[in-house]
């Protein structure tokens, strides 16, 4: 049982390029979500979705692009990077109101 | 929107001393309230919860409890031991969970 598979693991990309950040999850939840996680703020919710073809807009949105077509998949896109989206993102799936699981992480640089 | 607070946000004790972490919370449709730790280069994990209508829960070492008229709960670690080192995040939850900024516990054997 795989859990909340992110690729990729480490990123680097230059100021202006985009770039999609994959999640897939294998427990059928309901909900998924992206945070973005930056020294000394914690876990900030950058988009979420309560189900295929769902989806909404959490504390931090600017700059991001979310669909979900299925169950499984909640890639986050960045439309034209910024180094003010250099952080480590983690994507989370969860049943309502129950335990979310997080991947592992990507590790974002803008340069 | 939810709003959590969680203090302090760095807490140095000795192995074997007990460590208190104590969040409060704004959104009163909250009733889902789990705490996460995060060691170096991974994801949180859960590592105990409650729901709202629990005051108290005690796994092992780890306790939390909740008071959901003053909108607070905190979690308590006994007999602390070097490998608990890591940061220690609550949330509040009514569909999505908001996190509090996290508290990095450290302790010196």
């Known amino acids: 049982n795989a859990g909340v598979t992110q690729t990729p693991k480490f990123q680097v990309l230059k100021t202006g390029q985009s770039m999609t950040l994959q999640c897939a999850q294998d427990?059928?939840?309901?909900?998924m979500s992206w945070y973005r996680q930056d020294p000394g703020m914690g876990l900030r919710l950058i988009h979420y979705s309560v189900g295929a073809g769902i989806t909404d807009q959490g504390e931090v949105p600017n700059g991001y692009n979310v669909s979900r077509s299925t169950t499984e998949d909640f890639p986050l896109r960045l439309l034209s990077a910024a180094p003010s989206q250099t952080s480590v993102y983690f994507c989370?799936?969860?049943?309502?109101?129950?335990?979310?699981?997080f991947g592992q992480g990507t590790r974002l640089t803008v340069v | 929107g939810e709003n959590v607070e969680q203090h302090p946000s760095t807490l140095s004790v000795q192995e074997g001393d007990s460590a208190v972490i104590k969040c409060t919370y704004s959104d009163s449709a909250s009733n889902y309230f789990p705490w996460y730790k995060q060691e170096l280069g991974k994801g949180p994990q859960l590592i105990i919860d409650?729901?709202?209508?629990?005051g108290e829960k005690k796994d092992q070492r780890i306790a939390v409890t909740l008071n959901k008229t003053a909108k607070h709960f905190s979690l308590h670690i006994t007999e602390t031991q070097p490998e608990d080192s890591a940061v220690y995040f609550c949330?509040?939850?009514?569909?999505?969970?908001?996190f509090g900024r996290g508290t990095s516990l450290i302790v010196h054997p």
């Open positions: 427990m059928n939840h309901e909900y």
């Open positions: 409650i729901r709202s209508n629990v």
């Open positions: 989370a799936s969860s049943p309502r109101q129950g335990e979310a699981f």
């Open positions: 949330a509040a939850t009514s569909y999505i969970p908001t």
